[in-house]
T-cell receptor
């Protein structure tokens, strides 16, 4: 029944060692999002894909990259993790981006907790 | 710059009473507002939403009110139940379909 799946749930990496987090969805939604949530803070949007179109937030560091090889999968690559990148990374999907016409919601995965040593 | 704010980090309510969670926003271009509920170790789950063209939306025990002139929305839960204890996030969507979240309010419903 899982609709948005994130693997792994817990990831430990070393300072500066590249890490990839994965997200998959069974909803066949057009849009996939990556959020970063640090302790006691709001989830912060990093970027989103509408189909294959990549939309980066202006303040997302270059250290964060994303790939979406097909509709179902989306990856978050952190090229050189720093201690400040320790957070929960949430993946979400929504059906479309017809803002103003759509009242669609987002469906979230359980998140991946990243620890940087 | 936080565009969506939840100024109360926590709220405690007796079972059966009303819970009121508040949210303020700064961007007048937001056209859609949502409330999410989050249990520990899980992702947020959608609870209720409201379009900017409405001022109220009701779904069972949950009602969301939107005051556009004040850039304020609230979530009312009545009657509150112990199972409602969770963190509640307010979110807003802009015309670019980007969603912005508040920091959350932790609700505890006391039996």
């Amino acid at each position: 029944d899982a609709m948005v799946i994130q693997n792994p749930r817990y990831q430990v990496t070393q300072f500066g060692k590249p890490v990839t987090l994965s997200c998959s969805q069974t909803l066949n939604h057009n849009v996939m999002y990556w959020y970063q949530q640090k302790s006691s803070q709001a989830p912060k949007l990093l970027f989103h894909y509408y189909d294959k179109d990549f939309n980066n937030e202006a303040d997302t560091p270059d250290n964060f990259q994303s790939r979406r090889p097909n509709t179902s999968f989306c990856f978050l690559d952190i090229r050189s993790p720093g201690l400040g990148d320790a957070a929960i990374y949430l993946c979400a999907t929504s059906r479309d981006t017809l803002a103003g016409a759509s009242t669609d919601t987002q469906y979230f995965g359980p998140g991946t907790r990243l620890t940087v040593l | 710059d936080q565009q969506v704010k939840q100024n109360s980090p926590s709220l405690s309510v007796q079972e059966g009473r009303i819970s009121i969670l508040n949210c303020d926003y700064t961007n007048s271009m937001f056209d859609y507002f949502l409330w999410y509920k989050k249990y520990p170790a899980e992702g947020p789950t959608f609870l209720i939403s409201i379009s900017s063209i409405k001022d109220k939306n009701e779904d069972g025990r949950f009602t969301v009110f939107l005051n556009k002139s004040a850039k304020h929305l609230s979530l009312h839960i009545v009657p509150s139940q112990p199972g409602d204890s969770a963190v509640y996030f307010c979110a807003a969507r802009n015309t670019g379909n980007q969603f912005y979240f508040g920091t959350g309010t932790s609700l505890t419903v006391i039996p």
